[in-house]
Structures are given as C-alpha cells and as structure tokens.
C-alpha cells in the first residue's frame, strides 16, 4: 500500500431520533457543542473553558459511533471520523504526518468534530507502545494542545478498552469529558423496537415491553440484528406461502433463538 486512505469530510444522516436511549448522554454532548457557539459570552463570564476532546467508552455496539454522528448531524457540524487502526502507517513518520492533516482539515472546516473510533489502536500506554505508537501519541497530544486554534474543534474518540489508553490522553484540556456508554437499559430496548418496528409492519400480537423486558443484556447492535432477523423470517416466510406477512411473535421468538448476547454473557 502507497499512502494511507484520504479523510474526508463527512455528512451523517444521523438524528437523536435514531436513538434509543442514551438522553442522559445526548444531552451532555449536546451542551458541550452547544454552549461555546450559542453563549460564549455566558461562559467567558463565568471563566469557563469550551470542553475540547470527549472521550466515550463502553462496550461494542452500544451506540458510540451513532450517538456521535447524530451530534454531528444535529448541531450542524462537520464530521471526520477515523479509525484508530488507518493512522497506522508503514512508514516512518507518516502516521503523524496524516494524522496533522487530519486535524487541519478540521480546523478549516470548523465548526466540527473529529471522531477518531477504537482510539486505542493510537494510543496506548507509552511504557507499552513500540517507538511508531509513541511518536503517534505525542503528535495527537501536541495538535490536541494547539488550544487556541482548536477552538470550535471538538475531538471525540471513543473505545471499548479504556484501561490500556495512556493517562496524558485524558488530562484537564485533552480527553477529560469522561463519558460511558452502556448497553440500553429496558426504556433504552423499547425505543430501539419502536424506531425499528415503525419502520415495517407489525402483527398486532406482538408487544414491545415484553420484547424488551427479554432482551435485558442485549447490545444496541444485537437488538436492531434480533429485528431484523424476524424480519427476514417474515420475508421467508411470505416467499414460502406467496402472502404478504406482517412480522409475527414467531419470527421474534425465532430472533430471539438466533441473536446472542455477546457483551455481557462473559
Ligand atoms: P463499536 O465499539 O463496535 O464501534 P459502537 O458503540 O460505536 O460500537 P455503533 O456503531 O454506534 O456502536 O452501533 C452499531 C449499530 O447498532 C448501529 O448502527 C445501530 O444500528 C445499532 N444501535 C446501537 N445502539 C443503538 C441505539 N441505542 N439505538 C438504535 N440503534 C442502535
């Protein structure tokens, strides 16, 4: 491979309403963009910083990369999003050399957000990084103190491992908006059945708080694959019987039966 992927600029489709749950989270984010561009005075008043970098943890499928976009979406902001794993690069210093471009671009396109997913690929503890991975995470250390410049540059980096990402990461002014994403909680599995279930045609018989109340430990990723294979039994089932079907409480026991639950079934 020659030069690593271009980032480009992004526009989610994304919306709050898209979420199930998390309101407690969509509204801390949503404040901590929406406070610097609505009332600067408010907070230069109160000698209050603008919140710089967020960092979202918890458990695989549980919404981190959607819950970003939709505030990307919702506020009216720009959106790069990389994977921790593309910075890496094969060559000497071009890791650092993409990943200051990746914050120019932001800054030019500002108001906007850089979300950089599985950010413990790039920076790991540096007592256990090989030489690249600390030369990585100095660079996006440096870029996240060019304080002034990053105004109206906001860096959210999400991942499920936490523990192993390196403290200076997470100082006052870096990452320090310190937030956990956990699976949805049973309100949280009944939105996600509605949106999901308002999107097709359910049989009557179906009820979605018991459906939810059975779900308990199902990731956000692993409730929308329960859906959607009862929806495909339903399509199997109307290819089969050459009717138009609705989707059944059969099709969901069926789901149920398919989907496991693999973040908290350790
Ligand atoms: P990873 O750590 O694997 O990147 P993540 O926490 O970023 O996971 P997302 O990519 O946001 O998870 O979620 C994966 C998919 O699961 C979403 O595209 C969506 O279909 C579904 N999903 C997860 N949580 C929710 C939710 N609360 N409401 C609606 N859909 C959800």
């Known amino acids: 491979p020659t030069a690593m992927r271009e980032v480009f600029l992004e526009t989610p489709k994304v919306r709050w309403s898209d979420i199930g749950g998390q309101h407690d989270i969509k509204k801390r984010l949503q404040q901590a963009v929406e406070r610097p561009l609505k009332h600067p005075q408010r907070m230069h008043r109160l000698n209050v910083k603008s919140k710089k970098g967020v960092l979202l943890y918890g458990p695989p499928g549980c919404s981190k990369t959607l819950t970003v976009k939709a505030l990307a979406t919702e506020a009216g902001l720009n959106f790069l999003a990389v994977k921790g794993a593309e910075i890496l690069s094969m060559y000497v210093g071009e890791s650092e050399r993409s990943l200051r471009e990746i914050f120019r671009k932001a800054r030019a396109a500002r108001p906007s957000i850089i979300f950089f997913d599985e950010i ?28 002034e410049e990053l105004r109206n540059v906001l860096v959210i980096a999400a991942t499920n491992k936490p523990d192993v990402l390196d403290p200076a990461l997470m100082r006052p002014g870096r990452l320090d908006n310190i937030l956990y994403i956990g699976p949805p909680d049973f309100e949280a599995r009944k939105e996600i059945l509605r949106i999901w279930a308002s999107k097709s045609v359910l049989h009557k018989e179906v009820d979605l708080e018991v459906l939810a109340a059975r779900t308990e430990g199902y990731s956000g990723a692993e409730m929308v694959s329960i859906c959607e294979t009862a929806g495909d039994a339903a399509l199997d089932e109307e290819e089969e019987t050459q009717q138009e079907q609705e989707v059944c409480l059969r099709h969901f026991e069926y789901a149920l039966g398919q989907v496991r639950r693999q973040i908290t079934d350790a």
């Open 120 to 147: 413990d690929a790039i920076a790991g503890r540096r007592s256990n990084n090989s030489q690249g991975g600390v030369n990585v995470l100095t660079t996006l250390l440096n870029e996240m103190d060019g304080i």
